[in-house]
């Protein structure tokens, strides 16, 4: 799984606080939270243990770390500068320097960015970051000491203003306002159509509650930033916000929601004890984090001198490359080597087929003359059992049947025997048939007329039971039977019966 993870860092005063989190795939998720209580009196040594113990046990060996510095420690300024500018800002910006700071002396680093593109002629506005050397060297300095790194350095309202635009999805809104209690401090962040353009920070003071403070800044966001009376401002909060009980609610004014949770903060925890306080506490260093999941960030500002800043070295992802150069070839075989293998499989097999195929030819010949064989030895043995089976039937029919009937026609035909002729009395004849054990289901087939002589002329078909039939010798005569057991009725189907075999 692909994993890029950041580590933020924020010096909250005399407590130190860390945020680690990781991008995966399409989500941000926060993997672990660290605070250090009074870290400016416990030695630098103690402070590297911990922290590389919090990321030894988070697996994190490598990350990015991105460091924010507070809106109280910072110089904020709105320059507008004709569209010509723009061709070479940063020069322009340098010149401008010396009137946004409030001494000469003391030494500063700066960034900035432009907040609202030139169109139609007007001028360029562009927001300058500025933050004293002292209080930077320090900070970092601070980072130096525990075994860190810095990456960036980001001011707390950009860390903001990146973490709504990417949660763009989640939260929903180009114009918003994100307030932040911590230590006392009230630092409030507003959006503008995309793009950070207020950053205040205020202390509450003795007689004003946090709900006072927070009615105050939201009416002064919507005259400085020109957000119209009847709109609905947006307004996020985080941090200890337990004084905000007298707030009033007007949804036609503004719409405030508490970020208390990792899905009001739209994204994913790795653990379960960093929701509510953590969260919470960790807000600046989380958002700090966050922005250094990004490589291109919604507003990239930067307040690391360049000189301090690493320069990657573009051979450093050579074996990175190279490596993933290998895997693609070898994923390419691995996915060739099935239909290669099939195609010369297949190649093999019409070979040997083709080798194979006369005697084949040959070997289905004489298949063919074995099934013609078998099939003329199975009628064989069919006519066979048949003869035997009528031979039986014929016997049986001359035993039982009255002297003074004659048979005249004899049909067998799929275990089914038809019989035509003359008797005296042929009403009697099916009963006659059906005592018979090789008979069943006798009836008459058509009705009994009567000929000249006077005798009745009848039709009967009758079932012959194969079992029963079977189990009587083939080697009885019938003749012989006929002769000895009703010697007048044998003399008369001898002469008048017609024999009809039909299969």
Known sequence: MIVRRCLGVFLDGAHLRFALAARRFNRYEVLALLSIQDYLDKPNPELRAALASFLS????????????????????????????????????VEYQLPALVPSEQEPIYHDFQVSKASTNGKPLCVDVFLVLKSVLDSALKACEGIGLSVDAVIPSGIAVTNYLLMMSQHFKT???????????????????????????????????SQADTMMREMELFRSQMGVQENSTLNIYLCGDSKGMEGLPTD?????????????????????????GRPLQEHFLPIMAALSGLKKRRPASVNLLPLELRRRRSQWMLAPTYV???????????????????QH????????????????????????????????????????????SRLVVALNELSTILPKTTYLMDFTYRNQTIEIYGLSDSATALPQIVDNSPHFKGAEFIAPIT???????????????????????????????????????????????RRQETHK
Request: hydrophobic content about 35%; some cysteine; aromatic content about 4%.
């Open 57 to 92: 046990k988070n697996n994190a060996g490598n990350f990015r770390c991105v460091l924010t510095i507070p809106r109280h420690d910072l110089i904020i300024r709105r320059i507008e500068l004709p569209k010509e500018a723009e061709a070479n800002l940063s020069k322009v």
């Open 174 to 208: 180009r114009t918003a306002m994100v307030g932040c209690w911590s230590g006392g401090r009230f630092e409030s962040n507003g959006l503008l159509n995309e793009a950070c353009l207020l950053s205040r920070s205020n202390v509450l003071l003795r007689d004003e």
């Open 251 to 275: 949804d036609r004014l503004f719409k405030v929601k508490h970020l208390s949770l990792a899905r009001d903060f739209g994204f994913h925890i790795a653990k379960a004890e960093i929701e």
């Open 323 to 341: 490596l993933l150069g290998v895997n693609l070839i070898l994923l390419l075989a691995l996915a060739l080597r099935r239909p290669i293998q």
């Open 344 to 387: 010369q499989y297949s190649e093999k097999l019409n070979q040997e087929t083709s080798r194979l195929e006369p005697e084949v030819r040959k070997i289905r010949n004489v298949e063919k003359q074995i099934s013609d064989l078998q099939s003329r030895t199975d009628l064989m043995v069919g006519f066979q059992k048949s003869n």
């Open 450 to 496: 009567r000929d000249g002589t006077g005798k009745e002329i009848f039709r009967i078909r009758m079932q012959l039971d194969a079992e029963q039939s079977q189990a009587t010798s083939p080697a009885v005569n019938p003749d012989a039977s006929r002769s000895e057991k009703n010697p007048a009725n044998s003399s008369a189907v001898e002469g008048r």
